[in-house]
């Protein structure tokens, strides 16, 4: 089965602080991508960052990094010092790469970042 | 600046109209998508289209066509709008280069409501 799973359905926290983002993924391909993408109030969807399977360095942009270890099959989103701005909901995605088209998404997780 | 936009962001119809939904992208993406979000569900793929006239049946295609006469323009269409029809439709666009499949970049989505 592919599945994307993003345990914490909302969380809030006060502006400054840092916050993780978990995502959990399933999949048999041993070629896949992941992805983040950021859906604030707006409703378009924006995209963060895409990883594939081959390469579990660790990245950082900014506020923003992304820890992928393919040993717990986890590809998780830390906002350090975060901003009001940041509040959104944050999906990750799957692309596995054996024919198929799909990307798998997780169900959300609602960011709350209050000031 | 690249763009997807969506023929209107809210919509209102009666139950058994006939619903068109108009995605249009200027990047030459090969690929295109229809989502529908749903609380707690995510995104669910209804159908993807990867060329002119091409188009494959996503997770939730039913109550639902499609149309691809243009690259660049993507339609979802409902057949006889049904309140359960009430959603978010997100439509997306993707290339492919080096044969795989990319990010996707989105629309601003259509909050439509079927009465």
């Known amino acids: 089965a592919q599945k994307v799973t993003q345990a914490q359905t909302e969380i809030s926290v006060v502006e400054k602080e840092d916050v993780t983002l978990d995502c959990v993924y399933e999949t048999r391909d041993t070629t896949y991508y992941l992805f983040w993408y950021k859906q604030p109030p707006s409703g378009e969807l924006v995209f963060l960052i895409r990883r594939n399977s081959f390469d579990e360095q660790n990245e950082i942009s900014g506020r923003y990094s992304w820890n992928f270890q393919k040993s717990t099959s986890s590809f998780n989103f830390t906002i350090t010092a975060s901003q009001v701005v940041d509040s959104a909901v944050y999906f990750c995605?799957?692309?596995?790469?054996?024919?198929?088209?799909?990307?798998?998404f997780g169900t959300g997780t609602r960011l709350k970042v209050l000031a | 600046d690249v763009k997807v936009t969506q023929s209107s962001r809210y919509l209102v119809k009666r139950t058994g109209e006939k619903v068109f939904l108009e995605c249009v992208q200027d990047?030459?993406?090969?690929?295109m998508f229809w989502y529908r979000q749903d609380p707690g569900l995510g995104l669910r793929l209804i159908y993807f289209s990867y060329d002119v006239k091409m188009k494959e049946k996503g997770d939730i295609p039913e109550g639902y066509s499609v149309s691809r006469e243009k690259k660049e323009r993507f339609s979802l269409i409902l057949e006889s709008a049904s309140t359960n029809q009430t959603s978010m439709y997100l439509c997306a666009s993707s290339p492919i280069i080096q044969g795989s499949y990319n990010e996707q970049f989105f629309g601003p989505g259509t909050r439509l409501t079927v009465l």
């Open positions: 990047m030459d993406h090969e690929n």
């Open positions: 995605a799957l692309n596995p790469t054996s024919g198929t088209y799909k990307y798998i």
